[in-house]
């Protein structure tokens, strides 16, 4: 499948860790309780570690207690792919970033889970980066006048 971002497997290698490579593109998983992203709760949006485009915004992220960032909807569906996967013990869906194709995880649903989906995006945190929203301290006020 084509995305906006295609790459060669060298020029990814370039960019990214060994372990970031292994679970991007050769969709690996990472240990489980090793993100830091499982239980933060800074505010602002989770974007691809491959390509940067936004998938996440932390309002969507609960703590599932799985070993994974867990996450009850995505931005919008057009920011992911899904691909069946039948890898391990039956059938699972894949979650893959559609601008660039890197694997992000796996979605679940019907556990129980007291979102407004029921749905539990189970993604790999070394697959993210997180752009913190600007905080009220770090805008720049337009409005205040100076009388001379």
């Known amino acids: ?6 790459k060669t497997d ?7 860790s060994a372990a ?4 991007l593109r050769e969709a690996g998983t990472e240990r489980p309780f ?32 799985c070993g994974w960032p867990a996450f009850y909807a ?7 792919e899904y691909l069946e996967d039948r890898s391990m013990f039956g059938v699972r869906t894949e979650v893959r970033c559609a601008n660039c194709g890197s694997h992000l995880g796996h979605v679940f649903e019907g ?13 790999n945190g070394i697959s993210l980066t997180q752009v913190p929203d600007a905080s009220k301290d770090d805008v ?3 409005s ?5």
Request: hydrophobic fraction near 30%.
């Open 34 to 65: 090793s993100s830091p992203f499982e239980t933060d709760d800074t505010v602002g949006v989770y974007a691809c570690r491959a390509c940067g485009a936004e998938l996440f915004r932390s309002e969507t992220k609960f703590d599932a207690h």
């Open 1 to 6: 499948m084509a995305h906006p971002v295609e």
């Open 140 to 142: 720049v006020s337009t």
């Open 111 to 123: 556990e129980g889970f007291d979102t407004p989906t029921d749905q539990r995006y189970c993604i």
């Open 144 to 148: 205040s006048t100076t009388e001379g």
């Open 74 to 80: 995505p931005l919008a569906e057009d920011r992911v």
């Open 20 to 23: 970031e490579y292994h679970v």
């Open 10 to 16: 060298d020029e990814w290698r370039s960019e990214l």
